[in-house]
């Protein structure tokens, strides 16, 4: 993933609204592709990109630049996405999960989806964020604020269950 | 090489992991001969393609109201929140609240109605688990930089004469330490009384606390305390923060339930419960001066907690039923107090997350001053003043510098602090530690942990006054850290400083005591010394594990003694003790309120004053320590050591 231009950060950081609006161009895509995956809900990934980079916007003063400001930000929106989904269950309003058509050329991406969905949220998340995102071990560690061994643990669990949600265990018989 | 293995290196080479020069012919080799791996990898690489073009769906245009949003919010400047003392509908929650669905809002807006109506301002939802509370609030604390509020206090049955209190307190806090409560106590008592106003202000370096004493007359005197030179975090003149953010008193989630989930003052807030002594931290009133009611360990404490900030809303106390409770009642004189009653309630009646102008935190000047001789100093001036260079790790948290001191103490040490929000870490150095114990606060029998960088330190779980401790005792430099992070975020900020831990020396491990000796041991050498295998009990509460084990002479009998402790926060019970000895029946009874009980088939005794229980089986004398648990506890935790052969107790 991209990094923004040091220069551009640091105005942000001072609070320029110009500058911050660049940092949003530059992330909000991920950020709502992120936040989509992870609630299944188009309208909820808007808001939960909205919230991020508004408490983004809060705290960039205090971003030091000691992560990626890509993992920091995944950082806020998985947070964000938390919430967002427990404050969903809490109040019992489900919206039904999005099913993308499935037809044509969009099969695969429908099976896909529902493969991404059969997955557990412990193993979706890291798999997004390294396959999807490309986030490193260690910068995915960063963001859900875990072990890099964890991660590696549960990155390969995502894809063996992935695999299983596409049924691809029956094609072992070699090339 | 198994196909677990295969597999998980083929993930960690396609996320371009290096593998190491034994594991990557072991890969190759492997996968020449097995197909099912073969199609592992090769379904990866077809999964990595498909998902970086497939998975991405049409992604909506945000930035106009992203900045729409952004920009209100720059115009109304730092987020202010205010709560008020009429409830009322649920606040928006910024931007996903009014984005929701007008069912959703029709919905709350029902249920407010509708607990208004019953009178309980919460509703039954436990979808949040007493772990996401504690996992949150410990979230929240780097984020918690400043805090003004107004509570109502109100407390029952202090006296017959006083049988209702009504006090005020005001809390104002900005991180990382600087904090000021006010108590004002507004009870008509009728006759003359010295009333409950208290003052606590901490300012960095000085700290300063004024209250009546406590006294067995209707007037005491006052009392002013002033502490100059005050260490960073000191347990000795601490800041009450759990008021602020309840970090130590939801560190650990045993014991603590979530009831629900509602509206407080417009709020959305969750409801937890815990027992009194696990509770102390809310309430730091208690230990400032002047007279308040009892409290039974087990009463029960119910807190709203704001469920976007985590602060506490409302703490309430409610009598805990049973026997106990009445006998010790009758011993405070207490009247008859109903378990559904709340009989001490402290309530928000306004919080603003907004600093605190200056003066709030000015230090009052008193004539007698304590100087707790932490001098200040800059980093760079530690070499000159100690002598050498502190070791700093290279991960921190997140948490930024924030003071260092050379505290008054001979061999030299220093102290590096860093904070951020109400997050902080310590750590001490000393390169002359010649004392036969772990430097810093730490004692013999903490657990020895295996860090990730290999190295070992011995760890000890928050307690009400002190954070998670770790000592490291290397090459030529010992150190301790000090944290109110998660245990395993301690682990690595110490695994990345430049030493690696040894284990303790002989020297420190084996005491003489007056009767004969103690020694630290590890479990094999503590078998091997008894002549028996030891099992370990099963059913351990939430959070326990093995600490230690400590091998006791005493003349010419040996037995081993083994502590388990909470390893994250340890704040009501202390550790559980396992004591083995070679015997044949039980020794004299150490206390006096002990009963025949039958532990797994024998005949034992129980000590309820102390929580003992004590058995002998296969020649062995055994002893369980486990303040803070019941008999029936007791006893499960007896029932689950494995016997000698294996097998469960009878």
Same mark, same amino acid.
């Given at each position: 993933?991209?990094?923004?231009?040091?220069?551009?950060?640091?105005r942000?950081?001072?609070?320029?609204?110009?500058? /911050?609006e660049?940092?949003?161009?530059?992330?909000q895509?991920?950020?709502?592709?992120f936040?989509y995956?992870?609630?299944r809900?188009?309208?909820?990934?808007?808001?939960?990109?909205?919230?991020?980079?508004?408490?983004a916007f809060?705290?960039? @003063?205090?971003?030091?630049?000691?992560?990626r400001?890509?993992?920091?930000?995944?950082?806020?929106?998985?947070?964000?996405?938390?919430?967002?989904?427990?404050a969903?269950?809490?109040e019992?309003?489900?919206?039904?999960?999005?099913?993308p058509?499935?037809?044509?050329?969009?099969?695969?991406?429908?099976e896909?989806?529902?493969?991404?969905?059969?997955?557990?949220?412990?193993?979706?998340e890291?798999?997004?964020?390294?396959?999807?995102?490309?986030?490193?071990?260690?910068?995915?560690a960063?963001?859900?604020?875990?072990?890099?061994?964890?991660v590696?643990?549960?990155?390969?669990?995502?894809?063996?269950?992935?695999?299983r949600?596409l049924?691809v265990e029956?094609?072992?018989?070699?090339? | 090489?198994?196909?677990?293995?295969?597999?998980?290196?083929?993930?960690?080479?396609?996320d371009?992991?290096?593998l190491?020069?034994?594991?990557?012919?072991?890969?190759?080799?492997h996968?020449?001969?097995?197909?099912?791996?073969r199609?592992?990898?090769r379904?990866?690489?077809?999964?990595?393609e498909?998902?970086r073009?497939?998975v991405?769906?049409?992604?909506p245009?945000?930035?106009e109201?992203?900045?729409?949003?952004?920009?209100?919010?720059?115009?109304?400047?730092?987020?202010?929140?205010?709560?008020?003392?009429?409830?009322?509908?649920?606040?928006?929650?910024r931007?996903l609240?009014?984005?929701?669905a007008?069912?959703?809002?029709?919905?709350?807006?029902?249920?407010?109605?509708?607990s208004?109506?019953?009178?309980g301002?919460?509703?039954?939802?436990?979808?949040l688990a !007493?772990?996401?509370?504690a996992?949150?609030?410990?979230?929240?604390?780097?984020?918690?930089?400043?805090?003004?509020?107004?509570?109502?206090?109100?407390?029952?049955?202090?006296?017959?004469?006083?049988?209702?209190?009504?006090?005020?307190?005001?809390?104002?806090?900005?991180?990382?330490?600087?904090f000021?409560l006010?108590?004002?106590?507004?009870?008509?008592?009728?006759?003359?009384?010295?009333?409950?106003?208290?003052?606590?202000?901490?300012?960095?370096?000085?700290?300063y606390?004024?209250?009546?004493?406590?006294c067995?007359?209707?007037?005491?005197?006052?009392?002013?305390?002033?502490?100059?030179?005050r260490?960073?975090?000191?347990?000795?003149?601490?800041?009450?923060?759990?008021?602020?953010?309840?970090?130590?008193?939801?560190?650990?989630?045993?014991g603590?339930?979530?009831?629900?989930?509602?509206?407080?003052l417009g709020?959305?807030?969750?409801r937890?419960?815990?027992?009194?002594?696990?509770?102390?931290?809310?309430?730091?009133?208690?230990?400032?001066?002047?007279?308040?009611?009892?409290?039974?360990?087990?009463?029960?404490?119910?807190?709203?907690?704001d469920?976007?900030?985590?602060?506490?809303?409302?703490?309430?106390?409610?009598?805990?039923?049973?026997?106990?409770?009445?006998?010790?009642?009758?011993? /405070?004189g207490?009247?008859?107090?109903p378990?559904?009653?709340?009989? /001490?309630?402290v309530?928000?009646?306004s919080?603003?997350?907004?600093?605190p102008?200056?003066?709030?935190?000015?230090v009052?000047?008193t004539?007698?001053a304590?100087?707790?001789?932490? @001098?200040?100093?800059?980093?760079?001036?530690?070499?000159?003043?100690?002598?050498?260079?502190?070791i700093?790790?290279?991960e921190?948290?997140?948490?930024?510098?924030?003071?260092?001191?050379?505290?008054?103490?001979?061999?030299?040490?220093?102290?590096?602090?860093?904070a951020?929000?109400?997050?902080?870490?310590?750590?001490?150095?000393?390169?002359?530690?010649?004392a036969?114990?772990?430097f810093?606060?730490?004692?013999?029998?903490?657990?020895?942990?295996?860090?990730?960088?290999g190295?070992?330190?011995?760890?000890e779980?928050?307690?009400?006054?002190l954070?998670?401790?770790?000592?490291?005792?290397? !090459?030529?430099?010992?150190l301790?850290?000090?944290?109110?992070?998660?245990r395993?975020?301690?682990?690595?900020?110490?695994?990345?400083?430049?030493?690696?831990?040894?284990?303790?020396?002989?020297?420190?491990?084996?005491?003489?005591?007056?009767?004969g000796?103690t020694s630290?041991?590890?479990?094999?050498?503590?078998?091997?010394v008894?002549?028996?295998?030891?099992?370990l009990?099963?059913?351990?509460?939430?959070?326990?594990?093995?600490?230690?084990?400590?091998?006791?002479?005493?003349?010419?009998r040996v037995?081993?003694?083994?502590h388990?402790?909470?390893?994250e926060?340890?704040?009501?019970?202390?550790?559980?003790?396992?004591?083995?000895?070679a015997?044949?029946?039980?020794?004299p009874?150490?206390?006096?309120?002990?009963r025949?009980?039958?532990v797994?088939?024998?005949?034992?005794?129980?000590?309820?004053?102390?929580?003992?229980?004590?058995?002998?089986?296969?020649?062995?004398?055994?002893?369980?320590d486990?303040?803070?648990l019941?008999?029936?506890?007791?006893?499960?935790?007896?029932?689950?050591?494995?016997?000698?052969?294996?097998?469960?107790?009878?």
């Amino acid at each position: 993933m991209r990094d923004p231009d040091p220069r551009t950060l640091a105005r942000a950081r001072e609070g320029d609204i110009d500058a /911050f609006e660049e940092l949003v161009r530059l992330y909000q895509a991920d950020v709502w592709r992120f936040a989509y995956h992870m609630t299944r809900d188009r309208a909820l990934a808007e808001d939960v990109t909205q919230e991020a980079f508004l408490r983004a916007f809060r705290f960039v @003063r205090g971003f030091r630049g000691d992560s990626r400001f890509s993992s920091w930000l995944f950082r806020i929106a998985r947070n964000c996405a938390v919430d967002a989904i427990r404050a969903r269950r809490l109040e019992e309003v489900r919206d039904p999960p999005e099913r993308p058509l499935a037809a044509g050329a969009a099969e695969a991406r429908a099976e896909l989806h529902a493969a991404l969905a059969a997955v557990s949220e412990e193993h979706r998340e890291p798999f997004l964020l390294i396959e999807v995102f490309g986030l490193s071990y260690r910068e995915a560690a960063d963001v859900l604020g875990v072990r890099v061994g964890t991660v590696k643990s549960r990155m390969h669990r995502a894809r063996a269950a992935m695999m299983r949600a596409l049924a691809v265990e029956e094609d072992t018989g070699g090339p | 090489m198994d196909h677990r293995t295969a597999e998980r290196l083929i993930s960690e080479r396609l996320d371009g992991e290096r593998l190491s020069p034994r594991q990557a012919p072991a890969l190759e080799g492997h996968l020449q001969t097995c197909a099912s791996c073969r199609a592992f990898e090769r379904w990866a690489y077809r999964l990595r393609e498909e998902v970086r073009f497939e998975v991405a769906p049409a992604v909506p245009d945000l930035v106009e109201p992203i900045m729409a949003s952004i920009a209100a919010e720059a115009t109304r400047g730092r987020p202010r929140l205010r709560l008020g003392r009429t409830p009322r509908g649920p606040q928006p929650r910024r931007a996903l609240l009014p984005r929701l669905a007008p069912a959703l809002a029709g919905l709350l807006a029902g249920l407010v109605a509708g607990s208004l109506i019953v009178g309980g301002p919460w509703r039954d939802r436990s979808a949040l688990a !007493a772990s996401d509370v504690a996992r949150e609030v410990a979230a929240a604390a780097p984020a918690f930089e400043a805090y003004q509020a107004r509570f109502a206090i109100t407390e029952y049955h202090l006296s017959p004469e006083v049988p209702v209190r009504e006090l005020s307190m005001n809390v104002w806090f900005a991180a990382p330490e600087r904090f000021r409560l006010d108590v004002t106590d507004h009870t008509d008592y009728g006759s003359p009384a010295t009333p409950t106003d208290l003052r606590l202000v901490v300012n960095g370096s000085a700290w300063y606390s004024s209250g009546p004493a406590a006294c067995p007359s209707a007037t005491c005197p006052h009392r002013e305390t002033l502490v100059r030179n005050r260490a960073p975090f000191s347990e000795a003149a601490p800041v009450p923060t759990d008021i602020v953010l309840p970090l130590t008193t939801l560190g650990d989630d045993r014991g603590v339930q979530v009831l629900g989930a509602g509206t407080v003052l417009g709020r959305a807030a969750v409801r937890v419960e815990l027992p009194f002594e696990r509770a102390g931290p809310l309430f730091p009133f208690l230990e400032l001066g002047g007279e308040w009611r009892p409290f039974f360990h087990n009463d029960r404490v119910r807190i709203w907690l704001d469920e976007a900030s985590w602060f506490p809303l409302r703490w309430e106390v409610y009598p805990a039923g049973g026997h106990e409770r009445d006998a010790w009642a009758l011993r /405070f004189g207490l009247p008859e107090e109903p378990s559904r009653r709340a009989v /001490f309630t402290v309530d928000a009646l306004s919080v603003e997350l907004v600093p605190p102008a200056e003066g709030v935190f000015a230090v009052p000047e008193t004539a007698r001053a304590e100087d707790q001789g932490a @001098r200040p100093v800059s980093l760079a001036e530690v070499p000159h003043e100690v002598g050498f260079e502190p070791i700093a790790p290279r991960e921190l948290g997140g948490l930024e510098l924030y003071r260092v001191v050379v505290p008054a103490v001979e061999p030299a040490e220093t102290l590096v602090t860093y904070a951020e929000g109400l997050a902080f870490l310590k750590v001490g150095e000393t390169r002359s530690w010649s004392a036969a114990a772990p430097f810093g606060p730490v004692g013999l029998l903490a657990e020895e942990v295996r860090l990730p960088n290999g190295g070992l330190a011995y760890f000890e779980p928050a307690t009400s006054e002190l954070g998670r401790r770790l000592s490291i005792h290397a !090459a030529g430099t010992d150190l301790y850290l000090e944290s109110n992070l998660p245990r395993e975020e301690l682990l690595e900020v110490a695994a990345s400083l430049p030493v690696t831990g040894l284990a303790m020396p002989e020297i420190w491990r084996v005491r003489r005591t007056p009767e004969g000796a103690t020694s630290r041991a590890t479990l094999e050498h503590a078998a091997e010394v008894l002549g028996v295998p030891i099992q370990l009990p099963r059913a351990l509460p939430q959070g326990f594990a093995l600490a230690s084990v400590e091998l006791v002479w005493v003349q010419d009998r040996v037995g081993a003694t083994l502590h388990f402790h909470d390893t994250e926060t340890a704040l009501a019970a202390g550790p559980i003790r396992l004591h083995l000895e070679a015997a044949d029946e039980l020794p004299p009874a150490a206390a006096a309120d002990q009963r025949s009980v039958e532990v797994r088939g024998a005949v034992g005794r129980y000590s309820p004053s102390t929580a003992r229980l004590e058995w002998i089986e296969d020649g062995l004398y055994r002893s369980i320590d486990a303040p803070g648990l019941g008999l029936q506890e007791l006893l499960e935790l007896a029932a689950s050591i494995p016997t000698a052969s294996g097998g469960a107790a009878p």
